[in-house]
Each structure stands twice: as C-alpha cells, then as structure tokens.
C-alpha cells in the first residue's frame, strides 16, 4: 500500500513517519503530483500558520490536487483546518471541502493554545473502530472548527468544538493521533485500513 504525507512545507511530518513505523507502516513523504494521485492513502498533517500554508499550497497547485482526491485523506492539525472553508487566523480562505469555519478560542481563564491532554467524544465511525470511548488525545492549537454536520469527535475547551470531521473519503483530526499513545496509533491503524 502506498501511503503519501503531503509535503508542504508544515512542520510535525517526522513524528508521523515515526508514529507509521512504530504500527508497521511506512510511507513517502512529497509533493510531486503524480505521487500523490497514485496514492492509495493521503496523510496531510501540519503545524504553523493557515495563510502561509495555504500560499505554498496555491503555488504549487497542491490546493486543487487536495480537492480532487479520491483516495481517503486525513488532515491532522493544521491539516484538518485548512480542509475547511475559512480561517479566522490571518482571515484565510481555506480549501472548503468542508463549509465550516475555524474560529480562535476566546476564554478569560484558560491558556491559549490549548496544550495536552484531553477527550474525545466519538461517534461511530471507522476511524474510531476499536477506540475507547473518551479516549484521550494530545492537542496544541489556538484555533478550532466549529461543530457542523460532519462532526465525528467533539471536544471542549473554552467551547466544544469539533476534534473530527468526516465527509466522503476527507477525513481530519483536530489532535495528533501520532502523539497520543495507544488510542492515536488505533486511529492511524483504521486510517490505513479504510476502503
């Protein structure tokens, strides 16, 4: 099988290799066209800034091979905001395969960014197969997308949010299934294992 990180110039693609290894899976790291057509699974993880990712993502036509793929896709992080419609942060338009919008928390007590541990409330979905029910997740983000209709896993901090999403083959996690132990390497595992 062969599995494709996109590479767009976000940080965090080292600790997802290492996070496939570890559950026996391997994968390439690009972002030539044709390599990511011919993919069997699509990972596009990313830690930084929505504007700036998203204009390496233009200039290198990588914005409408993402909207085109028909293989399964899970965005993790970053990855998983941009598959939305619109960011709050720099006032991006994103790749609106989901009509949502990313919003920055807002709370008088609590730090932003959320950093660490907390729950997942899933509904059954493949990508929870055999995943405890309030499993917990590891989180660093100041931004989050809001619940709507492709919600598969909420989370609360300053509000509840949504920690996944789903729609057809996209998929997109709002934590790091890479950094969260048990229950992050089950996520990867049913990922690799989706039709």
């Avoid at 993919?39 to 290198?60: N, W």
């Avoid at 720099?90 to 990313?102: E, K, Q, Y």
């Avoid at 197969?129 to 100041?142: D, L, M, Q, R, T």
Wanted: net charge negative.
């Amino acid at each position: 099988m062969d599995t494709v990180i996109i590479k767009y110039n976000a940080g965090n693609i080292q600790s997802v290799l290492f996070a496939l290894e570890r559950i026996g899976a391997k994968a390439i790291v690009t972002d030539d066209p044709e390599a990511i057509r011919s993919a069997d699974k699509l990972i596009f993880p990313g830690v930084g800034e929505a504007s700036t990712a998203m204009s390496y993502l233009k200039e290198r036509g990588l914005d409408q091979l993402i909207r085109e793929a028909r293989q399964p896709l899970l965005g993790i992080c970053l990855g998983m905001q941009l598959l939305c419609a619109h960011s709050e942060e720099n006032d991006t338009p994103c790749l609106g395969i989901f009509d949502v919008a990313v919003k920055k928390f807002v709370s008088p007590d609590l730090k932003i960014p959320q950093m660490g541990w907390n729950r997942i409330h899933a509904k059954q979905n493949p990508l929870f197969k055999n995943v405890p029910e309030n499993a917990w997740a590891y989180f660093v983000h100041s931004y989050y997308a809001e619940l709507n209709p492709a919600t598969i896993a909420t989370t609360s901090y300053a509000t509840e949010f949504s920690s996944a999403i789903h729609r057809n083959n996209f998929y997109g996690v709002q934590f790091h299934p890479e950094k969260s132990a048990i229950a992050g390497e089950q996520i990867l595992r049913n990922f690799l294992e989706l039709k």
